[in-house]
C-alpha cells in the first residue's frame, strides 16, 4: 500500500538571500527552546538556544526569536549558504530536562 | 572530546533477531537520551536516564525494546525480537543538566528484514 511520511515544509532560498525558518510550540510551560540543523546522514547539530526569559539571541549568521504570546520561535539564517542546505528543526523543553522535536523543515540554498 | 559515540552506525538484519545498539556519552555528561528517526513520525523520545537510572521510558514502543545503562560512559538499546516495522535511524544524545542542548551521536541505521 502507499506509504504516508511526515510532509516537511520546504524552503528553497538564493544563496546569499536570508532565511527564515518558523516553528510553534505547544506548551506554554516550554521555558527553553532549541534550533538544530541535521544534514543528510549526520545526527542533529546544535545551532542556538534561548530560554523563555529572552525574545531575542543572536549567533553567527543566526538569530532565534521567541513570542511566547503565540508560542512561536523563528530561525533566521543570514547571507544563506549552500552549507546551509538541511533540515532544521526546533525544540523545546518543559520539565525534567526532556526536548520535544517540531517536524523539521528543510531548507534548500539555490546556488 | 570524542563527542558521543554509537556503534554499529549501519545494522542489517533479519526478523526475529535480537539487535544491539551502543552509546558511548560525552564524559561527565549525566543524562543519556535515545531517540528514533523515521520517515512516518519523525524524532521520538524512546527512553532517557541521569546518572545511570532510568527516568522516563513511556516512549518506549513495546516489550520489545529494551535500554539499559550499567555505568556512566555506556548505554545499550535492545530489541528482541526485531521486526520489519522497527527499521529506523537509532540516535544517542547526552546532555549536562542545566547547560542546554544536547550533543547527538551519529546514529545507527537499523534495516531489519
Known amino acids: 500500500g502507499e506509504s504516508v511520511g511526515l510532509h516537511l515544509p520546504t524552503l528553497s532560498v538564493q544563496e546569499g538571500d536570508n532565511s527564515i525558518i518558523n516553528c510553534a510550540y505547544s506548551n506554554s510551560a516550554s521555558d527553553y527552546f532549541i534550533w538544530y540543523k541535521q544534514e543528510s546522514g549526520k545526527g542533529p547539530q546544535f545551532i542556538i538556544d534561548?530560554?523563555?526569559?529572552?525574545d531575542k539571541r543572536q549567533g553567527q549568521r543566526v538569530t532565534v526569536l521567541l513570542n511566547k504570546t503565540v508560542k512561536h520561535l523563528s530561525l533566521q539564517i543570514a547571507a544563506t549558504q549552500p552549507g546551509d542546505s538541511a533540515v532544521y528543526f526546533c525544540?523545546?523543553?518543559?520539565?525534567?530536562?526532556?526536548?520535544?522535536f517540531g517536524a523539521g523543515t528543510i531548507l534548500r540554498v539555490k546556488s | 572530546d570524542a563527542g558521543v559515540i554509537q556503534s554499529p552506525r549501519h545494522e542489517v538484519t533479519e526478523m526475529g533477531q535480537e539487535v544491539t545498539l551502543r552509546c558511548k556519552p560525552i564524559s561527565g555528561h549525566d543524562y543519556l537520551f535515545w531517540y528514533r528517526q523515521t520517515m512516518m513520525r519523525g524524532l521520538e523520545l524512546l527512553i532517557y536516564?541521569?546518572?545511570?537510572?532510568?527516568?522516563?521510558d513511556s516512549g518506549m514502543p513495546e516489550d520489545r525494546f529494551s535500554a539499559k545503562m550499567p555505568n556512566a560512559s555506556f548505554s545499550t538499546l535492545k530489541i528482541q525480537p526485531s521486526e520489519p516495522r522497527d527499521s529506523a535511524v537509532y540516535f544517542c544524545?547526552?546532555?549536562?543538566?542545566?547547560?542546554?542542548?544536547?550533543?547527538f551521536g551519529s546514529g545507527t541505521r537499523l534495516t531489519v528484514v
Open positions: 525544540a523545546a523543553k518543559g520539565g525534567g530536562n526532556k526536548l520535544v
Open positions: 536516564f541521569n546518572n545511570n537510572v532510568p527516568i522516563d
Open positions: 534561548i530560554r523563555s526569559n529572552m
Open positions: 544524545a547526552s546532555s549536562l543538566v542545566g547547560v542546554g542542548g544536547y550533543t
